[in-house]
């Protein structure tokens, strides 16, 4: 097997050198990304606002103007950075997966490099995914749970407004597309582990119902304590760990037909090479 993989030993000072270019690599792809996103950080502000809008138009206030605060001078200066820290790592990451790819490749054989890149591939797509769910139909309906406990005020009672702080809406978007998204990474690594023999789609299945809990458990770390979002995560989880069932069961198919498949081909190589042996 040694014809399959990249085997040139090399001293640890050279593996050391490598790391540092690809890292090199992947820290300024992040940093060139940042300042772009930086640049554009008002106009990305406001697309991350439109879910907030489309929450409003839900709730019947449409002729209601869009409004977010800040309280400190800095904040929103801050609230910048962090939205050109976070477009700069959605940008950047194939080029740091990549990086990772390239530095991890040579130890691994042909055919472990052909089954990885499908899930390196699969992975910001199941990403972006579960980001566009957050955007387009998770966040307005947060934002509308939150919207429908104004008051609009009267005699006897205050008149209560929703006015986000653009620090704290920024910390709530970001929350819930992080949280999908990493839920949404969860037919990949289950795949992954089905492949290296870690679980079966036998012990996914036993196992589902303490599955079922812990969806419930993680939505209420990662989200929002509101019973909309938290919901709302939780379902998903549960649909893609069914789908994470199916796809370990897709493995052990393959790896069972290609067990098939080589004794077949031993048995025949055993025949051929005896034809006369029952003679």
Same mark, same amino acid.
């Given at each position: 097997m040694?014809? $399959?993989?990249?085997? /040139? =030993?090399?001293?640890?000072?050279?593996?050391?050198?490598?790391?540092?270019?690809?890292?090199?690599?992947a820290?300024?792809? *992040?940093?060139?990304?940042f300042?772009?996103?930086?640049?554009?950080?008002k106009?990305l502000?406001?697309?991350?606002?439109?879910?907030?809008t489309w929450a409003?138009d839900?709730? %019947?206030?449409? $002729?209601?103007? @869009?409004?977010l605060i800040?309280t400190?001078?800095?904040?929103?200066?801050f609230?910048?950075?962090?939205? %050109?820290?976070?477009?700069?790592?959605v940008l950047? *990451?194939p080029?740091?997966?990549?990086q990772?790819?390239?530095?991890?490749? =040579?130890?691994?054989?042909?055919?472990?490099?052909?089954?990885?890149?499908?899930?390196l591939v699969?992975?910001?797509?199941?990403?972006?995914?579960?980001? +566009?769910?957050?955007?387009?139909?998770?966040?307005?309906m947060?934002?509308?749970?939150?919207?429908?406990?104004?008051?609009?005020g009267?005699? %006897?009672?205050?008149? @209560?407004?929703?006015l986000? /702080?653009?620090?704290e809406?920024l910390?709530? @978007?970001?929350t819930?597309?992080?949280?999908?998204?990493?839920?949404?990474?969860?037919?990949?690594?289950t795949? &992954?582990?089905?492949?290296?023999?870690?679980?079966?789609?036998?012990?996914?299945? $036993?196992?589902r119902?303490?599955?079922?809990?812990?969806?419930?458990i993680? +939505?209420?770390? &990662?989200?929002? =304590? $509101?019973p909309?979002?938290?919901i709302g995560?939780?379902?998903?989880?549960?649909?893609?760990y069914?789908?994470? @069932?199916?796809?370990?069961?897709?493995?052990?198919r393959?790896?069972?037909?290609?067990?098939?498949?080589a004794?077949t081909?031993?048995?025949?190589?055993?025949?051929?090479?005896d034809?006369?042996?029952?003679a």
């Amino acid at each position: 097997m040694t014809d $399959d993989i990249e085997d /040139k =030993p090399q001293p640890l000072l050279s593996h050391l050198m490598e790391l540092r270019n690809r890292l090199m690599w992947a820290v300024g792809a *992040f940093f060139l990304a940042f300042l772009l996103c930086f640049g554009f950080a008002k106009p990305l502000f406001n697309m991350l606002v439109q879910p907030f809008t489309w929450a409003v138009d839900w709730a %019947g206030m449409s $002729d209601r103007k @869009i409004e977010l605060i800040y309280t400190a001078p800095q904040e929103f200066f801050f609230t910048q950075i962090k939205i %050109g820290m976070f477009g700069g790592l959605v940008l950047a *990451f194939p080029m740091i997966a990549a990086q990772l790819y390239k530095f991890v490749a =040579p130890g691994l054989y042909k055919n472990e490099r052909g089954a990885f890149l499908p899930f390196l591939v699969a992975s910001p797509l199941l990403f972006l995914l579960g980001a +566009a769910l957050v955007y387009f139909f998770f966040t307005p309906m947060v934002m509308w749970f939150f919207l429908s406990m104004e008051q609009t005020g009267g005699t %006897g009672e205050a008149s @209560i407004m929703l006015l986000p /702080k653009v620090s704290e809406y920024l910390s709530l @978007i970001m929350t819930l597309i992080f949280a999908f998204g990493l839920v949404f990474q969860l037919p990949v690594v289950t795949t &992954l582990l089905a492949r290296v023999g870690l679980v079966s789609s036998q012990g996914l299945k $036993d196992k589902r119902k303490y599955a079922i809990v812990a969806a419930f458990i993680a +939505a209420a770390i &990662l989200t929002p =304590p $509101d019973p909309v979002s938290q919901i709302g995560l939780a379902l998903p989880t549960i649909l893609l760990y069914e789908i994470a @069932i199916y796809c370990a069961r897709l493995v052990e198919r393959q790896r069972a037909a290609r067990a098939a498949s080589a004794e077949t081909d031993e048995t025949s190589s055993s025949a051929d090479a005896d034809p006369e042996g029952d003679a």
